[in-house]
């Protein structure tokens, strides 16, 4: 029952007269009035509607004559009698005579009345019968469908409290029907945004447009840990002459569809983000990087912290996926991202890195340290830290039973869907962790491994703190292909970085060691191999002492890369070496140099090949296609030698010509290879000429230095290509 009206009654439309329209008027009551002879007396303007006659011709009549077909008066008088003797009201249907001569069947309520005289009356208030069953029906069909709908269903008067609930809201809202009835909808519908709901329905009841589904997602007392949704829609109630009675509401339960739907978008950000995989994982061949890639990727998508550990046996040089004999694997952090706002994480809007990195590159050196006997130094660089991409130390040993040391050891995902404060020891890698871990309240945990080709190399660790949501078989999917391609990247990896060794070794192997002093000579040199983005190429130089005080000076370059090219360089430079034994012509040697190339792999090199004579004091040149050599005058400006620069070695059936240049003492002369010249951002002739200016004032400083200087300005910091250096002085021949 509503409660009580306040205010003003007639202008709340409690009291009062109403317009037409309403359901009284819908019945079309008829209300007639007999006297105790049965002659009519009152005559309603429904009446004269209903049965046709105006008061006129219906007043001071017999309503048995005027209304009854003859084959009824009998029995009409009989009732009549009946209700005005025994005071009983009398209710059914009986046909009536309309004035047309049609028969109709009326629903009557005839009831006996006393006058203010003592005077008996009838009283008889009759409707159609088709509208009143019609009314029923609509009636009883909308009170049996709103009961048992499964939507929930409400009416609400125009101050917004409900007039009536049916039971499935009643079940909704955890409140009996009883209970809500005169309860402002704010109180009753609590389980919802009730200040959402009660905007549209005001809105709806000023503007009368109806609202449809509006979704709305919230937690009801009876399952207060999981979301559910409900759509809702507003009707405006309004009387046949548009007065607004109220706003009807119903509520339907659609936690199943929005699920879908959630799942549905969850599955499409995960296709996105295996589909991001290919194009954001694996960009280089760098282990480090990769993990930081895959942890990246995965952090907030699908994870609050991710991260990245591989075998400590994958990182060395000549290890092998595997567990340690006698113990559990040994693993090593390689990457770990947290989301913004996860205690521990840095501050500012993008995932924070707290672990993992790229220790700074070392240097090997090899050779003398460039002595008052003129010779040099050859040096190359090479990852530092114990590993693969130069990932430093921060090995850890998780605990015998650990998810990280089930998943590594079996090679199969390990997943904690809830986890307790007791699992926080064996997920943590030490107490610290495990109390970060607890402050930021992880509840959720999977591990997947690092497969490639059928070998685990590590393990991606996933946790979430913040997402209530915790980790299910769903999420094993995107996470096992987010791992087996990172892992893919990470095997590329090994496998170049063998490779890499092996050629740089082997390249190394076939260079010169400190060459013995030559008269009248000083010679310093550099060797720096292509970065650990490339391939190691195919760059030599050599100091070859020959008969009568000369000495060979070799710069050669094979074209490609890798163990092939350093391979190519060792047979190039050991033909050469053997064929300066013979004292040729340089242009003679290069001929014969060329011809040796038939049936090697990589075939085609670039070489420029000098013999100085201290005694002549002049140096003798060939050049096969390869960049000119510089020569430094003392005192005088540097310059390119301009000799035939002939064609590469391999080509074949082009001569080479022989160039005498003089090398008088303090006269310095340059040989290099492209990589310290060539770079993609600018012009060759630019490049030649920094190295001439750099060269300008080189008198003053020691061939060493000079070497160092001229590295450090021109060699490209990405290290795309290798570099031999050889910068030769002559001095005094006594």
Not at 38 to 46: A, D, F, M, Y
Not at 109 to 116: D, E, F, S, T, V
Not at 413 to 438: Q, S, T
Request: glycine share 12%; proline share 7%.
């Amino acid at each position: 029952m509503s409660a009580a009206p306040s205010g003003d009654p007639l202008s709340e439309g409690a009291y009062g007269p109403s317009a037409p329209g309403g359901l009284l008027d819908v019945l079309k009551v008829a209300a007639v009035v007999l006297d105790d002879r049965g002659r009519i007396v009152l005559w309603s303007p429904q009446a004269e509607e209903l049965f046709g006659y105006t008061p006129e011709e219906a007043l001071g009549g017999y309503a048995a004559r005027v209304l009854v077909h003859e084959e009824h008066r009998d029995e009409v008088v009989e009732l009549f009698a009946h209700v005005m003797r025994e005071g009983l009201s009398w209710a059914g249907v009986f046909p009536v005579r309309h004035k047309d001569g049609s028969t109709r069947l009326l629903e009557f309520r005839n009831m006996r009345l006393r006058g203010q005289s003592g005077n008996l009356y009838a009283l008889g208030l009759a409707a159609e019968q088709s509208t009143l069953r019609g009314l029923e029906r609509d009636v009883a069909l909308s009170t049996r469908l709103v009961a048992q709908s499964p939507i929930g269903v409400a009416v609400l008067d125009p101050a917004l409290r409900f007039l009536s609930v049916n039971p499935a809201l009643a079940r909704l809202s955890g409140m009996p029907a009883d209970a809500q009835t005169g309860r402002p909808l704010r109180e009753a519908l609590w389980f919802l945004d009730v200040e959402l709901v009660e905007s549209a329905a005001r809105k709806v009841l000023r503007s009368g447009a109806p609202l449809v589904d509006q979704n709305i997602v919230g937690r009801t007392a009876a399952d207060p840990d999981e979301d559910h949704a409900w759509s809702v829609s507003y009707h405006r109630l309004e009387a046949g002459d548009g007065r607004v009675l109220g706003l009807a509401l119903s509520v339907v339960d659609v936690t199943d569809r929005h699920r879908v739907a959630i799942r549905a978008t969850h599955a499409r950000r995960r296709l996105a983000m295996i589909a991001d995989a290919s194009v954001r994982v694996g960009t280089t061949l760098d282990v480090a990087r990769t993990a930081h890639e895959l942890a990246d990727l995965v952090v907030p998508e699908l994870a609050d912290e991710a991260a990245v550990d591989l075998l400590d046996a994958v990182l060395s040089p000549d290890g092998s996926p595997g567990a340690r004999p006698g113990g559990p694997p040994l693993l090593r952090c390689l990457a770990e991202v947290l989301a913004p706002g996860t205690p521990g994480a840095p501050t500012g809007g993008a995932p924070g890195r707290i672990a993992g990195g790229t220790s700074p590159a070392g240097t090997l050196a090899g050779g003398g340290n460039g002595g008052p006997e003129g010779t040099g130094t050859a040096s190359a660089t090479d990852d530092a830290g114990g590993g693969i991409g130069g990932i430093g130390s921060g090995a850890y040993e998780p605990g015998k039973g650990s998810p990280v040391a089930r998943c590594v050891e079996s090679g199969e995902p390990v997943l904690l869907a809830r986890v307790g404060p007791a699992d926080l020891a064996g997920i943590a890698r030490d107490a610290r962790e495990a109390e970060r871990l607890g402050r930021a309240g992880l509840h959720s945990y999977l591990v997947v491994p690092l497969v490639a080709r059928g070998a685990v190399l590590g393990a991606l660790r996933l946790r979430r703190t913040r997402r209530k949501v915790p980790f299910d078989h769903d999420d094993l999917v995107p996470a096992r292909e987010l791992a087996g391609r990172a892992a893919v990247a990470v095997d590329h990896a090994r496998w170049y970085r063998k490779e890499h060794d092996t050629a740089l070794t082997l390249q190394r192997s076939l260079l010169p060691q400190r060459p013995p002093p030559r008269p009248g000579l000083e010679i310093a040199y550099r060797y720096e191999p292509a970065g650990a983005a490339d391939e190691v190429g195919g760059d030599w130089f050599d100091v070859i002492p020959l008969s009568g005080r000369r000495t060979a000076l070799v710069v050669g370059d094979v074209m490609g890369s890798g163990v092939a090219a350093a391979a190519t360089m060792g047979q190039l430079r050991t033909t050469t070496r053997a064929l300066a034994d013979l004292d040729l012509d340089p242009a003679e040697l290069l001929r014969h140099v060329d011809r040796s190339t038939t049936g090697l792999e990589q075939a085609t090199a670039t070489c420029v090949y000098a013999v100085y004579d201290p005694d002549r004091q002049e140096c003798r040149i060939s050049n096969a296609g390869h960049l000119p050599p510089v020569r430094v005058p003392s005192g005088g400006a540097p310059e390119l030698l301009d000799l035939p620069t002939g064609v590469p070695l391999g080509v074949g059936g082009v001569p080479f010509r022989t160039r005498t240049v003089a090398l008088r003492p303090g006269d310095r002369l340059v040989l290099y290879t492209d990589g310290l010249v060539e770079v993609r951002d600018a012009p060759i002739d630019t490049r030649l000429e920094q190295l001439l200016t750099l060269l300008a004032d080189s008198g003053s400083r020691s061939l060493d230095r000079t070497c160092d200087e001229v590295l450090g300005a021109l060699r490209d910091a990405r290290g795309h290509d290798d570099v031999a250096l050889l910068i030769a002085c002559a001095a005094d021949a006594g």
